[in-house]
């Protein structure tokens, strides 16, 4: 499968997957990811894109990179962080 295939796909996830509008410190927003930007990282599938999975402009520029480290809400926690904090996993 070629890398735009496999971009694509998760493109479409995160647009599906973000629907409410929520995302995590560092995710990229669906609206962000226009312009071809490559994949410097494999990412997990229903895994959110983050800043650092990328080759952008959002990335290479400090201030910018910043904000979206600042913005959303802190990351769900793995199952193996639930369960060694003593939380339920599925």
Known sequence: MAVNEV???????????NHL???????????????????????????????????SPYSSIPSLRAMIYSRGIAAAPTAAQAKAAGGETE
């Open 7 to 17: 971009f694509e796909k998760l493109f479409v996830r995160e647009m599906a997957s």
């Open 21 to 55: 509008g929520s995302l995590e410190r560092g995710q990229i927003s669906c609206r962000e990811l226009m312009r071809g930007e490559v994949l410097l990282t494999p990412i997990a599938q229903d895994a959110p894109i983050l800043i650092e999975a990328i080759e």
